[in-house]
């Protein structure tokens, strides 16, 4: 592990998380996917896919209001969970926190399911694409989240920072969520005026 500085309420910045680091604490685990954001290529994709592995096992039990409470719940935790581990890390937005994707997938499968695999591989493709790419919107709120963070000093983050990093995370991957959304009813009105 190594590390640079450290902070007084924080544990020492990691430039290198290890699987010993992730799974050391909740926070990081659920930050890290529980381990899909350690993947060394596109750690986004991993924790997408973790994402579309769990909801389809957990949709065998969960009603789509549990799912909602669910999803609510994730976001409003995950913006303590993805700021405080970005702050452990000393990044704006690290690559392999991914909850972000995780839940952002999860309310776009809970806003579309039932759908056929090949709808679903579409849903996946498009929200990486937009993910990644970040266009229109999503670039907007990816950039006025990093352009407040660059901003900050050596200090350690006060709890409303680290609530309002964590929310910049996740909130350019729910808007990338609500463009694959308008996408997949696009192509199933499409689907249907073409039947």
């Not at 990081?28 to 924790?47: D, Y």
């Not at 806003?111 to 849903?123: E, S, V």
């Not at 907007?140 to 407040?148: G, R």
Request: with cysteine; net charge neutral.
């Amino acid at each position: 592990m190594n590390t640079e500085t450290t902070h007084s309420k924080i544990t020492p910045v990691v430039t290198t998380p290890t699987v010993k680091w992730v799974f050391a604490k909740i926070t990081r685990m659920m930050a890290f996917g529980f381990g899909s954001g350690l993947s060394p290529k596109a750690p986004g994709t991993a924790g997408t896919l973790w994402s579309w592995a769990t909801f389809l096992i957990g949709d065998l039990f969960l009603s789509r209001q549990n799912w909602l409470w669910l999803i609510f719940g994730g976001i409003v935790l995950g913006c303590w969970i993805c700021g405080h581990v970005s702050e452990e890390l000393g990044k704006q937005d690290f690559g392999g926190i991914v909850w972000d994707e995780i839940v952002a997938f999860w309310l776009l499968l809970a806003l579309t399911m039932p759908m056929t695999i090949w709808m679903q591989c579409l849903a996946f493709g498009v929200f990486r694409l937009f993910d990644a790419l970040k266009p229109g919107p999503i670039g907007l709120i990816d950039h006025h989240f990093k352009h407040l963070e660059g901003n900050t000093n050596s200090a350690p983050s006060s709890a409303l920072q680290i609530l309002w990093r964590g929310f910049g995370i996740i909130a350019d991957d729910l808007a990338a969520a609500f463009l694959t959304y308008l996408v997949i009813v696009a192509v199933h009105v499409a689907i249907k005026l073409a039947a």
